[in-house]
């Protein structure tokens, strides 16, 4: 019954908080102002504790490193009161343990602890530091605590063989230099009670990260630093207090709903104020209500919210350097009409400037010398020269190309190639890019 007394004045302690942080003051009529989970939240978790203290402190203390981490487990309630504070409730059952083999000392413990703790706990998650609904969240809590302990020693075999430490290091079933004593192993059993049950306050301070993995389940890894109020854990009773350390990891649930999904009357009137009425843009159509959020300030805009397009072009007036595009024109970005016609013509006289340059500098490349004029001359009179001592023409227009003879006399006129390469641009010719190219090189040659 005493060792589950200061568990009882906790869990009473824990509960006054909760309510009073529920209803701080109990006549009044108005909902109570929610935190940002309204149920607790509760834990198991399990980890290691380590014992700082006066046995096996001397580095020449002869133990390895780990030979005094013992094994926790713990039970932890909590609710968060507010954006920055919530208030947790530890329970906390394991053992420490430290060892001394050296010439100057030969001491050993296991005490087995238990610890009830009331924690204030301090989220970074407030909306300030971080913001809320974080993923990984930090945190730092201190509290006060109250444990009971006993501490227990290894100071015989199985057999029942008392230890005796020897000035050359070996552990002995006689006291120091006595004949026939026989060499024993430590079973590390700690078997006999060094003192009765006792009891402490402590101080812990910790540190640790929550990982939300979902609206009812997290994850912790906690270091908690428990600062204790006696120097007794260790049955050693001269120095300074005891402490320890208790690293975690544990897996918590969370009951209820989670605030944001639970309304009260002031979240009502704060959600009108904050959706409803609200109007990011300045525009004077409300968020809800605004097809086009964003507009830039000074804009006119219409019912809904949308910039104002006089000539229906699909580009708003602030941005229009057409603003009366004729019904049914296709515009720019700039909504200024496209000329497709001018377009394409552009492109054919492009198409035809290219060529013809093209042409001559492959007259140039396979005549090196000869003036460009000898070619002009010669392709003025070429219609003339078409037909020699009634042979017909001088070159034979290619099937390819016989549908651009229009009049059948046997030669290409400029008014005809125009014209292929006007049916060419409009679809109404069977010419390809190629055939066009070839066309050109052979109405110079012919």
């Not at 530091?129 to 009971?148: A, C, D, E, N, R």
């Not at 006696?230 to 690293?247: A, C, E, F, Q, R």
Request: aromatic share 10%.
């Amino acid at each position: 019954m005493q060792k589950t007394r200061p568990l009882i004045l906790l869990i009473c302690l824990f509960t006054s908080i909760r309510l009073f942080a529920g209803n701080p003051d109990s006549t009044q009529t108005s909902p109570p102002k929610k935190s940002p989970m309204e149920k607790p939240s509760v834990g198991l978790g399990f980890g290691v504790l380590s014992y700082f203290g006066n046995v096996g402190a001397s580095k020449s203390s002869g133990v390895g490193s780990f030979t005094d981490i013992r094994p926790g487990y713990h039970l932890n309630v909590e609710e968060r009161l507010g954006r920055f504070l919530g208030v947790g409730l530890n329970v906390t059952m394991g053992s420490l343990s430290g060892n001394d083999h050296s010439p100057a000392d030969n001491l050993n413990f296991e005490t087995k602890v238990m610890q009830g703790e009331l924690n204030l706990v301090l989220p970074f998650d407030n909306g300030v530091i971080m913001k809320k609904g974080s993923g990984v969240v930090p945190y730092l809590s201190v509290g006060i605590g109250f444990m009971t302990f006993q501490p227990y020693g290894d100071l015989y075999d199985a057999n029942g063989n008392k230890y005796y430490y020897w000035a050359d290091g070996s552990i002995r079933n006689l006291p120091d230099g006595t004949a026939g004593s026989v060499r024993l192993t430590r079973d590390y059993k700690y078997e006999t009670p060094l003192a009765g049950s006792q009891s402490a306050l402590t101080i812990p301070v910790g540190f640790g990260f929550k990982l939300n993995f979902t609206d009812h389940f997290s994850a912790r890894i906690n270091g908690f630093y428990n600062l204790t109020m006696s120097n007794k854990i260790d049955n050693v009773g001269s120095g300074p207090n005891d402490k320890y350390l208790y690293t975690s990891v544990s897996i918590h649930y969370q009951f209820g709903k989670p605030a944001d999904e639970i309304e009260t009357p002031e979240d009502k009137t704060e959600w009108k104020n904050i959706f409803v009425d609200a109007d990011s843009d300045g525009d004077g159509v409300k968020d809800a209500d605004d097809q086009c959020p964003g507009t830039p300030k000074g804009v006119k805009v219409d019912i809904h919210g949308c910039p104002i397009d006089s000539d229906n072009d699909g580009v708003p007036d602030y941005l229009d350097k057409e603003p009366n595009t004729p019904k049914g024109n296709v515009v720019d970005e700039h909504g200024v009409s496209i000329n497709y016609k001018a377009i394409a013509e552009k492109a054919h006289e492009q198409f035809v400037q290219d060529s013809i340059a093209t042409f001559l500098s492959n007259w140039q490349e396979r005549h090196p010398g000869r003036p460009i004029s000898e070619l002009m001359d010669s392709l003025a009179n070429s219609h003339h020269q078409i037909q020699i001592a009634g042979k017909g023409p001088v070159h034979k227009i290619p099937s390819d190309f016989a549908s651009v003879d229009k009049n059948n006399d046997g030669f290409i006129s400029v008014a005809e190639l125009n014209q292929a390469i006007d049916d060419f641009f409009s679809g109404s010719s069977d010419l390809t890019v190629d055939k066009i190219n070839k066309l050109i090189d052979f109405f110079f040659e012919q």
